[in-house]
């Protein structure tokens, strides 16, 4: 694998005004709908998009920087924010291309006056309706690429939204690389069973490979349901510390997580207790990443 793998650390702390604007590209809604269940305290939507202008490319772990229309009284044309494409590339029948995009309605509460305010960009995106047009720029950071040897392993472990980007890439190599013989591991962390992405009783991707010999999937819950607690990765990461250790000292297993920036840390106290200690898992990991062998895309 190149060292290209995808976005680092470092792309996804970038300040989002470094960000270029330009070009942009019209997106027209094609759908909206909810995946998470209608009970789940959580919405998560997504959304189809086409892109008026058939040049527009990606690549799987990329993303697309959607302009959300500011208000210009107060210096704000657009606010930008970052969005990772969640599917392969399709083409519409006009022969435009079509993305997908997930996205979690965000809001929070200001510590100085208490207030709840809604995110601005995930709200405007949830209340888009078919037919509605915004712009977008991009695609951004870099792209997940499949390891060249197709034997390798592969652990990837997303929360929330961070499933997004893996849904693409296990449909890419199940889809295009025939010989495709790695183990594919896939840890899918969520704050309830109503708010597993592609994994509900109305969307469940990922059983398509189940009857694959190569891919697993586990799911984390957690155990205190709210968006801000960690993900319950101990129980579901420690069940399978044996196998997971062997796979980490394997030297083609590639590990790549995706999702808020503070699994980083539940990550990496979970794995210091499979390899026994803290200082063990820091090698581990530095080895790991040191061969772009670890990934991170966190947000
Ligand atoms: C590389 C990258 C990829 C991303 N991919 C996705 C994606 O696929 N789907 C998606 O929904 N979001 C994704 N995000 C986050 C997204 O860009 C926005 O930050 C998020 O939608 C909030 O924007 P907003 O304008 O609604 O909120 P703002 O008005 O900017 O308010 C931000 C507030 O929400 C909190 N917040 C921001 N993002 C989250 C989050 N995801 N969960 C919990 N709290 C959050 C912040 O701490 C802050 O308090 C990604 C971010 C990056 C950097």
């Not at 960009?121 to 690429?145: K, Q, V, W």
């Not at 594919?184 to 969307?203: K, P, Q, V």
Request: proline fraction near 6%.
């Amino acid at each position: 694998m190149s060292t290209s793998t995808m976005a680092s650390p470092s792309d996804a702390l970038k300040h989002l005004s470094d960000y270029d604007t330009e070009p942009r590209f019209g997106a027209t809604v094609v759908s909206n709908e909810r995946l998470t269940a209608p009970d789940a305290a959580e919405e998560v939507r997504e959304l189809v998009l086409e892109i008026d202008r058939p040049e527009f490319r990606f690549q799987l772990g990329q993303s697309i920087g959607v302009l959300a229309p500011g208000d210009p009284a107060f210096g704000h044309e657009h606010h930008i924010r970052l969005y990772s494409v969640a599917d392969l590339p399709e083409t519409g029948a006009n022969g435009l291309p079509r993305i997908k995009i997930c996205v979690r309605r965000c809001s929070y509460l200001d510590e100085y006056s208490g207030e709840e305010y809604q995110g601005v960009a995930s709200n405007y995106l949830c209340d888009r309706a078919p037919g509605d047009s915004f712009s977008i720029t991009g695609p951004f950071g870099l792209p997940f690429e499949v390891p060249e040897e197709h034997d390798a392993n592969l652990i990837l472990i997303g929360s929330g939204t961070g499933i997004a980007p893996f849904r693409g890439f296990v449909k890419h190599i199940y889809n295009d690389v025939p010989d495709w013989k790695g183990k594919i591991w896939l840890f899918h962390g969520a704050h309830s069973g109503l708010e597993m992405l592609y994994r509900n009783d109305e969307t469940d991707d990922f059983t398509q490979y189940f009857d694959r010999e190569t891919f697993v999937a586990f799911q984390a819950l957690s155990p205190r349901p709210s968006w801000g607690d960690p993900i319950g990765w101990e129980k579901t990461i420690l069940e399978r510390g044996a196998e997971l250790w062997e796979l980490l000292g394997d030297a083609s297993t590639y590990v790549y997580v995706a999702g808020l920036e503070q699994m980083l840390r539940e990550l990496d106290d979970v794995f210091a207790q499979v390899a026994g200690s803290k200082e063990k898992w820091a090698r581990r990991k530095a080895e790991l990443m040191a061969g772009m062998r670890w990934v991170e895309l966190t947000y």
